[in-house]
Structure formats: C-alpha cells, structure tokens
C-alpha cells in the first residue's frame, strides 16, 4: 500500500484519493486491507491518471482485482460524458476488446462426468483449437467478416451456431449497436480471417466445472444451478481483430492527442473526444470487436455441445449468461439525481446490472446479472449477481478475475508446466494444453486469491455471492 | 512482458527487441531461419518506432503464422527497413507458451546510454 497517495478509508470496504494534482475527480478503490496493501503503487498512479482526464464523471474506480494495467489499472472503471467534452479511451478498453467469461449449464451432475471424464477432456482439447497458431474451421472473406463484425452472436446463431434463445442470455443480447464494420482495417480483418472460433492462448481456457457450494439458494435456482451440476465456463475475447483495432487506434489517439488539447501522463491513456472523428472511428471499430468477441464464444460454445452431444448424449447446454470485461458501452446512471448518457469504460471489470435493470432479459430482471469471475487455473471461480447499489457505487461494475500476483516470467522460475498438471492431476483435475510452459506462467500460485476478491465484491456492495465452483477439466490456451 | 535490447547502434537494440518478443513465445534457439519477411515502417519518434516495429513482427508472426530468430534492421533516415527470418509454427516442436497481442506504450524507452550503446524497451500485452 501507499505512503505517496493520500488514501483515506472511507468504509471497510471502499478508499478514496481525493483529487490532486491534475485529478477532477477522486479515485475510488473498493477492496479490503489485505487487497489495498497489497496493491501496487501504480494502481493508485493510473487511477489518479484516469481521473485527470477530459469529461470523467463522479470518480476513477478500481474493482478489489485491480493490478497495473497499460494506462488504465486492469479492474478499472471510468465513465465519460460527450456533452463535457468527454472522451473515449483505446487504452482504457484494451487490447483484447470485449474478453470475457460465458457459462453453461450442462443438465448433468458432476457423477454424470467422472466416469468420461479423461475422454470428455481429449474430445475438447481435439475439437476446440487453442493455443498460439491454431485456427478455426471458419474461414471469412469480406463479406462474411463484415456480417459477422455487424450481427456479432446474432451472426453466429443465423450461421447455425447455437440457437436464438442463448441470445438472450448474452449483453446486448448478442449484438451490440453501432458497430461500424468499415472502420475495421484490412490488418485487423486478416489477422481474424482464420481465427473465428479459436480460445486464443495466456489466460485463455475452457473449464468443465462442478457447482461446489451455494451461497445464495434463491439466486442460484433462478440461475438453474444446483450443488454438484457440472456447469462450463468459457473465457476468451476477439482474438486477432480485436488486438489489431486496440493496437492501430492506440497510435492514432497518441498521434491526434495534441490536436485536441488533451495532455497525456502517459501514453497508453490515449484517447478522443467522444464528439470527434477519431473517437466516433473507434466507437464503431471497438463495437464491431465487441461482436467479433461474442461471435466467437457463440461458435466455441456449438463446438463445446458438439463435443458433449458426442460423449455425453444426455447433456443438455444452456446458456447462464455471457460477460465481456473489456469494454466501452453508452449507459444510462443516475448522477448527483440526474440521469445521465455516460460512455463507460470497464478495462478489466465486469458490467453488473441489479435487479430491475431494464436491459435484462425477463427471466434475470427481478433477481439481476450473472456476474462470472474466472479464478485461477486449478483453484475456483465464483458466480455472482448484480446489486441494486451497483449503479451508484461503481455504475454497475465488479471484479473479473483473480488478478495476477506475480509476472509470467517470476511464475516460471517457480514453477515447471509439467509438475502443475501432475499435482493438479491429484487433485483430479485434467489440464489439456499444447503449452507447458504457458501452464507454469498460468500456475494457480501467480495469482492472488480469487476468493477474497469476490468478498470485498460483495461486502463493498458491488455484487452477491450465489455459487462457487470448481475445475475438474482446464482446457488451457 | 517487459522486453529489452541493447546494441552498439540504436539498429542493433532494435534487432535484440525483436529477439526478445520471440524469446516471450518460445526458445529462440528452436526457431530455424528458414524463410525471410520484409517489413518496413516509418516514423519520426524512435520510441513510437519502436512500437511500430514490434508491432508489425505481432502482425506477421500472427497472419503467416510464423516464429521468427533472426532479425536485420537498418535505419534510414526516418524509415526503417527489417527483414525476419523464420519458419512456420510447428506446435510440437516450439510449443508456443503465448500468443503476443500488441505492443504497447507502457515503459518505452529507447536512449542512447552513457556508454554510447543504445537501449530499447517496451511492454508488450500477451
């Protein structure tokens, strides 16, 4: 924790930095002691960075798995408004646009699985390309990439890649407005022209996942979900496309920055006003990678059933909900008691609607949104739901994961990918991955503790615990 | 990942850079220089050059599905004129630990040191 930034605990939960400096508005950070002492200095300097910039509106938040990301902290939240000359942020969404986590049930009990297991493992990692230079069994031309890059999950269910009711459990129910497929480059459409369908490599991966306990059994039921169902969790983003936007419009904005008065404290907050060329650019740009990201975990999600469909005739997969973490999305909020069109950024942090949102699907909206946490490889993930003090607390925004603890070069010094599969396998775990060494820089020692990153979620207020869950198979990118 | 290269000339940092993005993804050592791609970019500041460099290897490693071991970079003016050598990704052979995303502006640095050598570094988002 910090000495060289003024932060004052403002409950047990939540700390504050009043503005300084540059700052315009204070810099929020809800985590407990453990977490904020924990947390790097350069958290602190990028929020406080965060809220120096054009149009920010009622704080620069960090979510309790904040790390130091590029420019904005990863498990940051800022959000934006066009009529103060607000901006929109390349690096305050990322390079993996629209990254998330999506969640199946599978109608089985993890009995059901154990008997297959090691089979149900073979069959995924077979059918499932991951991994660095794997492609997918789709191959887009122009015209395909551009329907894909507007209709996004839509796309892939017209494409026969699910079915018309897993739209429904899907943000923006599977495609997101406003994407301008023509202010997609030829470079980035060519580095996704064989990758739709792909998990990708890093933290990338599949689990086949067994419901260990239930925190919340009114919630739980309503998101189907039992003590022992084997459930899935896929987590991945908009593989090359989306890398190539983040990386092209990131130049644009350092080298336009200047034009429109903006000071940058480093390079990687470039951005541009909402209300510009540049900006509406890669508003339309960002929100076709948002599509390209829900396509593609709409397409992984056909070969997954494909694969139970063959080992496991039974199974039966529908969708709890899907998330994306990395993100720009015009939002509604009620500020100091007026409502207000905001541009949120969520780099890292997952959008957590409460009960009553009226962009949830009927059957969610009394009880609010699947919040899906992917912990670490081999520990556990959490199921949670949106809060009604959500809004208000950090524009209906929490964690997104467990949060790195140490570098992927630290974690192969410590660890050998070979030995993290053997212990892991001990435990009963089956890993899949075409890379040991990346199994070693993903050990589940790297990362902190996913479980007191969701406490301090839910004791903060920004969502409620329904379910933890554990790894039994990691298809691992 | 942090990168980092150093070199007699600012040509020569960059070329160490370029070996350190593969060094990310698997053993250089593994990599035989088989086939060249040529790549250029342009660019008055050597940092944003830098980053624009690494980038279009990521863009190259990605679209050709190569790994590349052996870098040449001359620098012409405000150009820079690079070829890689490579060959395909085998993924038994290399077993590629990750895939780079991008290049990006966090701790970019590229100076001349005090004694006279020149350094080149920058984050890349894997």
């Known amino acids: 924790m910090s000495d060289e930034y003024p932060l004052q605990r403002e409950s047990e939960y939540s700390w504050r930095i009043d503005p300084f400096g540059k700052m315009r508005v204070p810099g929020i950070i809800y985590a407990d ?18 809220a120096g ?16 990301g590029y420019g904005f902290p990863i498990g940051g939240v800022a959000a934006f408004d066009a009529e103060q000359d ?25 009995e059901d699985i154990e008997p297959v297991k090691k089979q149900l493992a073979d069959a995924l990692f077979k059918n499932i390309p991951v991994g660095v230079g794997s492609t997918g069994r789709i191959h887009l031309n122009d015209k ?37 497929p023509e202010e997609v480059s030829a470079r980035a459409r060519k580095r996704q022209q064989d990758e739709m369908g792909t998990l990708g490599s890093g933290n990338h991966y599949l689990e086949v996942q067994r419901v260990a306990e239930i925190y919340d059994q009114r919630i739980a039921t309503a998101f ?5 169902d084997a459930i899935v969790f896929i987590h991945c983003g908009s593989r090359g496309l989306g890398h190539q936007i983040g ?22 907050l470039a951005c541009a006003p909402i209300n510009s060329e540049l900006g509406q650019a890669y508003l339309g740009a960002m929100r076709a990678g948002i599509n390209c990201a829900l396509a593609n975990r709409q397409i992984i999600t056909h070969l997954t059933r494909q694969v139970f469909a063959d080992v496991l005739p039974q199974a039966d997969l529908t969708l709890i909900f899907d998330v994306s973490h990395n993100t720009c999305k015009v939002e509604t909020h009620q500020v100091e008691g007026r409502k207000r069109k905001l541009y949120v950024h969520r780099k890292g942090a997952t959008r957590a609607f409460g009960p009553g949102h009226p962009d949830l699907p009927e059957t969610l909206r009394a009880i609010g949104q699947p919040v899906l946490i992917g912990g ?18 950090s524009f209906n925004s929490a964690c997104h994961g467990a949060g790195r603890a140490m570098s992927r070069h630290q974690a192969t010094k410590l660890w050998r990918g070979r030995s993290v599969v053997d212990e892991l396998a001990d435990r009963g775990i089956i890993i899949r991955s075409p890379s040991m060494r990346g199994v070693a820089e993903e050990a589940p020692g790297a990362y902190k503790d996913v479980r007191a990153v969701v406490d301090a979620a839910e004791k903060a207020g920004l969502a409620r615990k329904v379910a933890r869950v554990e790894p039994h198979v990691c298809i691992k990118g | 990942m942090g990168l980092r290269g150093f070199g007699d000339t600012l040509a020569q940092a960059f070329e160490q850079v370029a070996l350190a993005l593969t060094a990310t993804v698997t053993e250089l050592g593994l990599v035989t220089p088989q086939r060249c791609v040529d790549i250029e970019c342009e660019g008055s500041d050597q940092e944003l050059l ?9 863009f190259e490693m990605a679209t050709r599905r190569m790994l590349f071991s052996r870098f040449t970079v001359k620098l012409v003016d405000h150009r820079l004129i690079g070829k890689a050598w490579g060959e395909a990704v085998d993924r038994q052979r290399h077993s590629p630990a990750v895939e780079v995303k991008g290049a990006t502006y966090t701790a970019l640095k590229v100076a001349q040191q005090e004694n006279g050598g020149w350094l080149a570094q920058c984050v890349v988002d894997v």
């Open chain 1, 33 to 50: 002691e453990n977490l904020i002492r924990d947390m790097d200095n350069k958290v602190f300097e990028q929020l406080c960075n965060v």
């Open chain 1, 224 to 228: 189907g979900l039992r003590e022992n």
């Open chain 1, 53 to 68: 910039l054009p149009g920010i509106v009622q704080a620069a938040y960090a979510m309790p798995d904040a790390h130091w």
């Open chain 1, 144 to 180: 395909g990439m551009t329907a894909m890059l507007r209709g996004g999950a839509r796309w892939a269910v017209e494409q026969g890649f699910g079915n018309a009711e897993d739209l429904q459990h899907i943000e923006e129910k599977g495609c997101m407005a406003g994407a301008v």
């Open chain 1, 86 to 110: 607000g901006v929109v942020s390349a690096g305050g969404v990322g390079f993996d646009i629209s990254c998330g986590v999506r969640a199946l049930r599978t109608g089985l009990t993890i």
């Open chain 1, 247 to 268: 990386t092209e419009f990131l130049k644009y904005m350092v080298l336009e920055a200047s034009k429109h008065g903006i000071e940058l404290p480093d390079r990687e």
């Open chain 2, 50 to 58: 830098l980053v624009d460099w690494l980038n279009a290897l990521v």
């Open chain 1, 376 to 393: 670490s490889m081999g520990t556990e993930s959490h199921i949670l739901a949106g809060t009604e003090q959500g809004t208000e607390l």
